[in-house]
């Protein structure tokens, strides 16, 4: 059984989720988001051509890329790049997407790249000096990519040394772990909360219902414990005199009832402080490792669409849209945003800390609108709020996504029926909408305004169905 760096940085996090996926990949859940995975993975080989042009524009250097290490024992590696410095003396060029060397637990840098000199050493060839490319999060693309500025490249031969011996006994541990038989029934993470678990946590553990105690809002582990030695792991058998938060038993209570728990004074409060237009308000932004535009920089969103639905106090409703169909910074889309937005009513959107965040961005970014922008965000309310406290439902599953949201609140409405389900497909589908012949390029921008128009569609029907609610 082959062991690649991937493997290995999820054999550091869980063995047994690796031993899973190793031994019964069919079984293995596919993650909740597989579009941005692999946008991950195409803006990775995008940075490595930019890696090649920079190394390969000096002339006298002797580099090659994508060499491959096996070992007899199951290693495998594929060296981004290796340089024959002269002398006999070698480097390895590990090439990142992101705009730091990561340490933490799910992207160690340096553990990976650790892996990838010991398995070349094992293969029989000796490493020197080892370098981390990643990005610079400060370099702003001002015509043709400039891969010397966008590229940093971090000497971290000291740091692999570090942990040479103790990668290599992990290495090892790990190739041992994979060749022995595992118990497939239960995983530690049931002593975990949520944020600990993986995709294959229903696979271990499938005596663990939905919703679960692990859907209680920020429940610390030794609750869970607590509920756990008493064999409670459904929302159901929750006592009712165990120690929660107010949030948390909100959530207990709405399960053992049945019904959602509603906090009618709150969301009047709400309601009654929204002023008249009202305003649902969504963004779609779009963002690449390699900068596609003057002016930006690697990671970093700028809108490309909105959608705007419009709603007078005799009911009376507009949808208004703007979709970039170029490869171009938002000054048209926020001259829209100026017809479209009036100064007078109130903007409404989802999560709108994301919104605000665009609008702050673009503030600095065209400072001339920069009053407009800084009063959108100091009039902008979430409708995502009332949801976390004034109207719980345990069928929400712990989360307060719209598409968590929607289909419990208005169930005629969804997002089934569209080409683009979420944000990450939003931006692919942008990108290959530029690049596209026009028919095609057609086709996605129809597709593209459908998605965000549900958005505020949506908000307006939740609206609607609070302001019944309270009739
Ligand atoms: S849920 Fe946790 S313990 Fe279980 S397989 Fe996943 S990471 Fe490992």
């Known amino acids: 059984m082959q062991l690649t760096k991937t493997d290995f940085i999820q054999y550091l996090h869980c063995p047994k989720s690796l031993w899973l996926l190793k031994h019964d990949p069919g079984n293995y859940p596919q993650g909740e988001f597989p579009t941005f995975q692999k946008k991950l993975v195409r803006e990775g080989y995008e940075v490595e051509r930019y890696v090649q042009q920079f190394l390969d524009s000096a002339g006298d250097r002797n580099v090659s890329f994508q060499a491959e290490f096996r070992t007899d024992d199951g290693l495998y590696a594929r060296v981004d790049a290796l340089e024959d410095m002269g002398n006999g003396m070698t480097a390895l060029y590990e090439i990142k997407s992101s705009t730091s060397v990561k340490t933490d637990a799910k992207h160690n840098h340096i553990k990976d790249t650790c892996f990838q000199k010991i398995c070349a050493e094992r293969a029989g060839r000796h490493i020197d000096r080892v370098c981390l490319v990643h990005l610079n999060g400060d370099y702003v693309r001002n015509g043709a990519i400039d891969p010397g ?66 859907s209680l809002p920020r429940l610390r582990a030794n609750k869970i414990g607590d509920l756990r030695s008493m064999n409670v792991l459904g929302l159901d058998d929750v006592p009712g005199d165990f120690p929660l938060s107010t949030n948390q038993r909100i959530v207990v209570d709405s399960f053992q009832d049945g019904e959602p728990k509603v906090n009618e004074v709150a ?54 849209e703007y979709l970039e169909r170029e490869a171009r910074l938002p000054d048209r889309l926020l001259e829209r945003m100026k017809e479209d937005i009036g100064p007078e009513g109130s903007l409404m959107a989802w999560h709108a800390s994301f919104e605000k965040t665009q609008n702050r961005q673009m503030a600095a970014l065209f400072p001339d609108a920069a009053d407009f922008l800084n009063g959108l965000n100091d009039g902008m309310v979430d409708l995502e709020d009332l949801f976390k406290t004034a109207y719980v439902d345990a069928r929400f599953d712990g989360s307060t996504s719209i598409k968590k949201v929607l289909p419990m609140v208005c169930p005629h409405l969804d997002y089934n029926d569209l080409d683009v389900q979420d944000g990450a497909s939003a931006m692919e589908s942008w990108k290959r909408m530029l690049d596209a012949a026009p028919e095609e390029a057609d086709s996605i921008a129809q597709s593209l305004l459908s998605y965000c128009e549900r958005d505020t569609f949506a908000m307006v029907e939740i609206y609607r169905f609070l302001m019944e609610l309270i009739s």
């Not at 966008?150 to 992990?170: C, K, N, Q």
């Not at 290495?171 to 060749?179: N, Y």
């Not at 969103?301 to 106090?313: A, E, M, N, R």
């Open 149 to 214: 500025a966008m590229l940093v490249f971090a000497d971290i031969t000291e740091a692999v040394e570090e942990l040479a011996t103790e990668t290599s006994a992990e290495i090892d541990a790990g190739l041992a772990f994979l060749a022995s038989d595992q118990d497939m029934s239960g995983c530690s993470c049931v002593e975990k909360t949520r944020a600990n678990h993986c995709d294959a946590f229903g696979v271990f553990n499938p005596e663990v219902p939905t919703p679960s105690i692990y």
């Open 267 to 320: 969301i009047r409060q709400f309601l009654s402080e929204l002023s008249f237009p009202l305003y649902f308000f969504d963004y779609e932004t779009f963002s690449s490792a390699v900068p596609l535009l003057d002016g930006t920089s690697p990671h970093k969103h700028f809108p490309v669409q909105y959608s705007l639905h419009v709603l007078d106090d005799d009911g009376t409703i507009q949808h208004k």
